[in-house]
C-alpha cells in the first residue's frame, strides 16, 4: 500500500475539534509533500491537493505561485485554519453588503497557523514561491468567490480554487451586485 503523506495519527490531530495543532507537527513533512504534489501553479495563483477528506472535514496542500493573489472568497460553512508552511503570505478581509468592501490587511510568515472562523471572507498572496496546509472543517462545499472587477458572486464547483473557473460548468450559481 502507498505510504499516505501524512500519518493517520496527525490528520486525527489536523481535524480534531479539540486538539491544538502546531506548526512543527506538519514541518517535518514538507520536504515529502513538497516533492509529490502539487504542479508549479500556471495562470492559477496556487495548485491544489486534497490529501485526505472524510465526514470531519478535509486537508488540502498548496503551492503558491509569486506574487498572485487569489480572488477573495469564503469558506462556505466551514471553520479551520491555515498552516503557512513556506513563503511571506498577505492576507486581506472583506465584508460584503451588496457591494465587496476591504477592511485590512496584514502580512503573515511562515511557519505560522491562523484560523479562520465562519463567514468570513478573505484573499491571500505569498511574496514568493510558497507552500501552505489548509484544514477544513466540514469539507467546503458550494464556496463562493467575489469578483470585483465584473461586480458578481460566483459560486464554484467543489473542486475549484479560490479564482473564476475558466470551466463555465463550475459556475453553479452568479449573482450581480
Ligand atoms: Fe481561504
Same mark, same amino acid.
Not at 465587496?100 to 479562520?116: A, D, E, T, W
Not at 465562519?118 to 507552500?131: A, L, P, Q, S, T
Given at each position: 500500500?502507498?505510504?499516505?503523506?501524512?500519518?493517520?495519527?496527525?490528520?486525527?490531530?489536523?481535524?480534531?475539534?479539540?486538539?491544538?495543532?502546531?506548526?512543527?507537527?506538519?514541518?517535518?513533512?514538507?520536504?515529502?509533500?513538497?516533492?509529490?504534489?502539487?504542479?508549479?501553479?500556471?495562470?492559477?495563483?496556487?495548485?491544489?491537493? @486534497? &490529501?485526505? $477528506?472524510? /465526514?470531519?472535514? =478535509?486537508?488540502?496542500?498548496?503551492?503558491?505561485?509569486?506574487? *498572485?493573489?487569489?480572488?477573495?472568497?469564503?469558506?462556505?460553512?466551514?471553520?479551520?485554519?491555515? @498552516? &503557512?508552511? $513556506?513563503g /511571506?503570505?498577505? =492576507?486581506?478581509?472583506?465584508e460584503?453588503?451588496?457591494t465587496? *468592501?476591504?477592511?485590512?490587511?496584514?502580512?503573515?510568515?511562515?511557519?505560522?497557523?491562523?484560523?479562520?472562523e465562519?463567514?468570513?471572507?478573505?484573499?491571500?498572496?505569498?511574496?514568493?514561491?510558497?507552500?501552505s496546509?489548509?484544514?477544513?472543517?466540514?469539507?467546503?462545499?458550494?464556496?463562493?468567490?467575489?469578483?470585483?472587477?465584473?461586480?458578481?458572486?460566483?459560486?464554484?464547483?467543489?473542486?475549484?480554487?479560490?479564482?473564476?473557473?475558466?470551466?463555465?460548468?463550475?459556475?453553479?450559481?452568479?449573482?450581480?451586485?
Open positions: 500500500m502507498e505510504e499516505p503523506y501524512l500519518p493517520q495519527k496527525l490528520i486525527d490531530k489536523l481535524l480534531s475539534r479539540h486538539s491544538k495543532v502546531q506548526v512543527s507537527d506538519v514541518l517535518r513533512y514538507v520536504e515529502r509533500l513538497k516533492q509529490n504534489l502539487c504542479l508549479n501553479p500556471f495562470q492559477t495563483p496556487y495548485s491544489r491537493e @486534497v &490529501l485526505f $477528506e472524510d /465526514e470531519r472535514g =478535509e486537508i488540502l496542500f498548496m503551492r503558491w505561485a509569486k506574487n *498572485v493573489f487569489c480572488n477573495p472568497h469564503d469558506h462556505a460553512s466551514a471553520v479551520g485554519y491555515v @498552516v &503557512l508552511l $513556506e /511571506e503570505f498577505v =492576507e486581506r478581509d472583506y460584503f453588503d451588496q465587496l *468592501v476591504r477592511n485590512g490587511s496584514r502580512k503573515v510568515s511562515s511557519p505560522g497557523i491562523f484560523p479562520f465562519r463567514n468570513r471572507i478573505h484573499d491571500m498572496k505569498c511574496m514568493d514561491e510558497g507552500y496546509l489548509h484544514i477544513y472543517k466540514p469539507s467546503i462545499t458550494g464556496m463562493k468567490v467575489y469578483d470585483l472587477e465584473r461586480r458578481r458572486t460566483l459560486c464554484v464547483d467543489d473542486s475549484c480554487g479560490a479564482w473564476i473557473p475558466n470551466d463555465a460548468y463550475k459556475i453553479l450559481d452568479v449573482q450581480f451586485w
